[in-house]
């Protein structure tokens, strides 16, 4: 079995059975909504922090299989984590997104699988959903606030 065929094991598993796929969250601190309307991809993502780490979090939405494959694979890769590190990981996805070797390829976990998918420019922004909604939702956290809602442009940042 070749890389790319592991890869997309990887990611059809993710699809076909996420992790951390839920409408809600106990004791949640943030919720923060984000939306790709060029293709229909929307996410709902709940986050819970303690003693200044990523205690919970959880996801549901609609989208593609990208969208939500990765997403599962980011819940798994953030969990647990402080939030600096969850915010440095999740900058290490969007730059691999980009094109860039990932800094830390293990600790983005199952999150490695998408390195491929930045040859397809139209699906990098399907595979950032996710890592940008937990990167909104600990920044909300961090300011102070409970909810956010987010509409991603053409160039996949936030309008």
């Known amino acids: 079995m070749s890389m790319d065929d ?3 094991e990887i990611i059809l598993d993710h699809y076909r059975k996420p992790k951390n796929r839920a409408p809600a969250l106990q004791d949640e601190d943030v919720h923060v909504h ?4 060029l ?3 929307e996410m709902d993502l709940r986050i ?4 200044d780490k990523v205690d919970g979090l959880v996801f549901d939405g609609e989208g593609c299989s990208i969208s939500q494959a990765s997403a599962s694979a980011m819940t798994q890769a953030v969990i647990g984590r402080d939030l600096k590190d969850a915010l440095d990981l999740a900058e290490d996805f969007r730059r691999m997104m980009h094109g860039d070797e990932p800094a830390r390829p293990d600790d983005l976990l199952d999150g490695i699988a998408f390195q491929g998918v930045a040859k ?3 699906r990098v922004k399907c595979a ?3 890592w940008m909604a937990v990167r909104d939702a600990i920044e909300t956290y961090q300011s102070g606030a ?3 809602t987010v509409t ?3 160039d996949g940042g936030a309008a």
């Open 39 to 41: 293709c229909g991809d």
């Open 152 to 154: 991603h442009d053409d």
């Open 48 to 51: 819970r922090v303690a003693d």
């Open 34 to 37: 984000h939306s790709n309307p």
């Open 146 to 148: 409970n909810a956010h």
């Open 128 to 130: 950032l959903l996710g």
């Open 120 to 122: 397809f420019p139209v």
């Open 6 to 8: 592991l890869y997309q």
